[in-house]
């Protein structure tokens, strides 16, 4: 996962600062399109998730009153675990991207929503909208990329600290909400002196409220509710919980981390425009390939690089967009990276283990390749439009 600059073979040194330009006009086209063409049913689709999402919680709830049972238990807990998935995935993550902002609709809008996570929504919609889709893949920059606590990139200095994060990520994984609460908090600024510690204090209010609210409901009120099994209701509101971090954990590997994803040196993107952003976005994500019900249960964020692209068009269109981007990465000589979801998830695994260790671990580890870093491509008129490449994210 050496960054882009630092390849011996550069995955877009064919492409002339042109070439880029038009691509962006190209992507920019099909954006246009679909923001004229969104209307009722883009609306009912949302309107009908959302309905779907609350009617099977309500029916899970009421069916785990008598999780004594192991078929009540069971049905309860895989209906919960589903519409916890689905607030989070195609709900929740969409809505606060502003996908629905368009509809005017006070109920489904960026600014009011708020999620059932243990990150406040306007500490997520920073660090996440703001941030990682801003800087995407860029070292030093996108803190997404490992949260902190991994080895990303094999030209980062290995030390041994490292050779845990196997078990970083899995923890990680189990905790998730708490850990993206946590880093949302950006506690290694505070630790640094980076962040003002007021802003912090208040942050950390807000995040432990939202613990504290989820806790009552899930581990206290509805397993009175319960009464006799109190118990396993508890059980099986945990259960549900750790089932939504693991596949929130997993989809989100999946689209930053398998092989043939890119990352970029912090300089990569000094002097940025509007097509090297977009560039940037197609080479620094990665797909699952599946079938409705997978694009449902991941949010549709299994269309990474579309979403990447277009990260406040409505999700119920990115497979509609997709193979217009297919083919022009086609058009363009650049690779679409995607696969089944074990493949993908068992890929990024696969470089967590092996940047967990040092390069030269494994006799077969290739060497460093000594190379003058360049930008990620040519900037001829030597100034950045950024705010376009930030209203883009």
Known sequence: MTALQKKPHNAIAHLTDDDIATLGRELDAIREQILASRGERDAAYIRRVIDVQRKLELASRAVLLFSLFPPAWLAGTVGLSISKILENMEIGHNVMHGQWDWMRDPK?????????????????????????????????????????????????????????????????????????????????????????????????????????????????????????????TLTANATANLVRNLWTHSVIMCGHFPDGVETFERTSIDG??????????????????????????????????????????????????????????????????????PKQLASAWAKVLRLSLPNDFFSTAPAAVAATPTALVANVTGRADRKEVSAAA
């Open 108 to 232: 489904i809008h960026s600014t009011v929503w708020e999620w059932d996570n243990a990150s406040p929504s306007d500490q997520w919609k920073h660090s996440h909208n703001q941030i990682h889709h801003t800087f995407t893949n860029v070292l030093g920059r996108d803190n997404d990329l490992g949260y902190g606590i991994m080895r990303v990139d094999e030209d980062q200095r290995w030390v041994a600290l490292y050779l845990g994060q196997p078990l970083w990520n899995l923890l990680n994984a189990c905790l998730f909400e708490y850990g993206i609460a946590a880093y949302d908090l950006e506690i290694g600024k505070v630790i640094q002196g980076r962040k003002d510690k007021a802003l912090f204090k208040k942050q950390a209010r807000a995040v432990l409220g939202k613990i504290k609210k989820q806790a009552t409901r899930d581990y206290l009120v509805h397993p009175l509710l319960s009464g006799p099994s109190a118990l396993t």
């Open 272 to 341: 940025e425009t509007r097509g090297q952003w977009y560039l940037r976005q197609m080479l620094g994500a990665a797909n699952i390939s599946g079938g409705p019900l997978l694009h449902l249960m991941t949010g549709n964020l299994s269309f990474q690089v579309e979403h990447h692209l277009y990260p406040d068009l409505p999700s119920n269109r990115y497979q509609e967009i997709a193979p217009k981007v297919q083919e022009l990465f086609e058009r363009y000589g650049l690779t679409y990276t995607t696969g089944p979801l």
